[in-house]
DNA sequence: ATAATGTTTCCAGTTACTGGAAGGTCAAGG
DNA sequence: CCTTGACCTTCCAGTAACTGGAAACATTAT
């Protein structure tokens, strides 16, 4: 099948499938007669374990290595784990830094009157000033 | 003062001070007759704006609409909130997004043996495979 | 034959900077 | 006066992971 019929089957664009054959995460597919990209089901298992895998967030270096591992029959399931438990921590590590800005946000948020006057605790923060009666927000 | 003061002062580096005025975020500094941009308090304390916003996760966009207001003495608090209130929801769209995420994965990784052996719930799931036993995660 | 669709490569743009190169400026020391 | 070193200047590249678009070729349908 050509690269179109592969991107629709596997979920990933004709556009990011050049793109992953281009940074080698994906071998060269072999080319038809008139110089057309050429995909088996094989290719498009391979394709629709990348987009799972970037779904979940894993970034495509990631995803070199587990698709290393997923062709690899001697592969330990230990390193499997160890990629997958890297980035939950790292993921762990964004969520409590979003929390708390979203924490420190909604605070100055509820504090905002949000009507045609000027004076607004939020621009107070980011200006450095104190929040009347509050303690400084960062 | 030269740059590398203003810098030190707003904690924002040079070469982002630089990048700021070459994007129209802040004006051009005025120049010493040796070419060096010159920096006053003022400057500074926009600086500083710009770094705790940015530290706050505002786009540089939203940034520069903060300033907008933060200078406009006739502003109406609620088009600060209104912005605050928009990054707000995109944080906890991305926090929705990484817990479920990070719910997934931390499932996956409970039922990895994590050892020598080769089977792994984690490679099943991303080649699409469901899990013995267990409904599919996605 | 021609039109429509699919594919090719290549370049640019996205976000918000950082790193580095090549070269000018300035203050202090010899 | 000259040099050294710290600081500054501009400009180009690179980052992550693609997407959009242009120009041209291939294939298929009418």
Same mark, same amino acid.
């Given at each position: 099948?050509?690269?179109?019929?592969?991107?629709?089957?596997?979920?990933?664009?004709?556009?990011?499938?050049?793109?992953?054959?281009?940074?080698?995460?994906?071998?060269?597919?072999?080319?038809?007669?008139?110089?057309?990209?050429?995909?088996?089901?094989?290719? !498009? #298992?391979? *394709?629709?374990? @990348? &987009? %799972?895998?970037?779904?979940?967030?894993?970034?495509?270096?990631?995803?070199?290595?587990?698709?290393?591992?997923?062709?690899?029959?001697?592969?330990?399931?230990?390193?499997?784990?160890?990629?997958?438990?890297?980035?939950?921590?790292?993921?762990?590590?964004? !969520? #409590?830094? *979003?929390?708390? @800005? &979203? %924490?420190?946000?909604?605070?100055?948020?509820?504090?905002?009157?949000?009507?045609?006057?000027?004076?607004?605790?939020?621009?107070?923060?980011?200006?450095?000033?104190?929040?009347?009666?509050?303690?400084?927000?960062?």
């Amino acid at each position: 099948m050509n690269i179109g019929e592969a991107a629709a089957l596997s979920g990933i664009s004709a556009k990011a499938i050049r793109y992953y054959e281009s940074i080698g995460l994906i071998e060269p597919a072999p080319r038809s007669d008139g110089g057309y990209r050429s995909y088996g089901d094989t290719d !498009v #298992a391979f *394709l629709t374990f @990348i &987009r %799972r895998a970037r779904g979940l967030g894993f970034s495509v270096e990631d995803v070199t290595n587990l698709l290393g591992l997923y062709r690899d029959r001697n592969r330990a399931s230990a390193d499997v784990k160890a990629i997958a438990q890297a980035h939950v921590a790292g993921i762990e590590r964004k !969520v #409590a830094e *979003l929390e708390s @800005i &979203r %924490r420190t946000l909604t605070h100055l948020i509820e504090n905002c009157h949000g009507d045609e006057r000027p004076d607004c605790p939020i621009l107070d923060d980011l200006a450095g000033a104190a929040t009347p009666g509050d303690a400084r927000l960062v």
